[in-house]
Structure formats: C-alpha cells, structure tokens
C-alpha cells in the first residue's frame, strides 16, 4: 500500500509561485507513473502533469509553460513548480501514483489534497 502526502498548498497572489510536494510512503522508482491532479470548486478533477517511469511527462494544457512536474527517487518525493500562477488555478491539487498504465487501469493510489488559492 503506497501512502502518498502532498503539502505547500497556500494563498498567492496572481503572477506567483509556488512549489508543491508529494511524499510517498512507497518506492515511486517503481510507480509505472506519478502525477498531480486538480479540482476547482464546482467542476471535475483533471489532470495537470504526470510523470513516467521511461521519464516521459505529459501536461495538461492550460498548464504548459507554466508547470513542471519532477521527481526525487532518492526521496521518493514528486512536485509540482508552478509559475505565472493565475486565479483559473485555485483548486485542491492531488497527487496520484498508478503500478500499471492509468490510461488503462485507472489510478491506484490518491493523497488527500493541498489546497492552493490564486488571488490579489
């Protein structure tokens, strides 16, 4: 069972940054992917970023060239850099971990959310 803990959520003004992290309790080396994932008030979680074991990474799109997710095996620990942040980002950001493709299989393993706020 893979525990995963997300933290620097915060409040930030429009144009900001913030970096968000993801520890796992498990050996993320061995996740077939990791990824950040997002859900705005009144609206469907989507994904924003993930990262694949061949060190592929996918974005979502209103997040390119603004977001970039990496990963510390060593720490077993993802984030999330955002920049240029805007208020269209405020939402509670998740971190998922799948062992197999989740295009195929779903995602296996959730945190429980940080939540970042975008406003002047």
């Known amino acids: 069972q893979v525990q995963l803990v997300e933290s620097g959520g915060d409040l930030v003004q429009p144009g900001g940054s913030l970096r968000l992290s993801c520890a796992a309790s498990?050996?993320?080396?061995?996740?077939?992917?990791m990824g950040w994932h997002r859900q705005a008030p009144g609206k469907q979680r989507e994904l924003v970023a993930r990262?694949?074991?061949?060190?592929?990474?996918n974005y979502g799109d209103s997040v390119k060239g603004r977001f970039t997710i990496s990963r510390d095996n060593a720490k077993n620990t993802v984030y999330l850099q955002m920049n240029s942040l805007k208020p269209e980002d405020t939402a509670v950001y998740y971190c998922?971990?799948?062992?197999?493709?989740?295009?195929?299989?779903?995602?296996?393993?959730w945190g429980k959310g940080t939540l970042v706020t975008v406003s002047s």
């Open positions: 498990g050996i993320i080396s061995s996740m077939y992917a």
């Open positions: 990262v694949f074991s061949d060190d592929k990474i």
């Open positions: 998922s971990a799948s062992d197999r493709d989740p295009a195929l299989y779903g995602i296996d393993y």
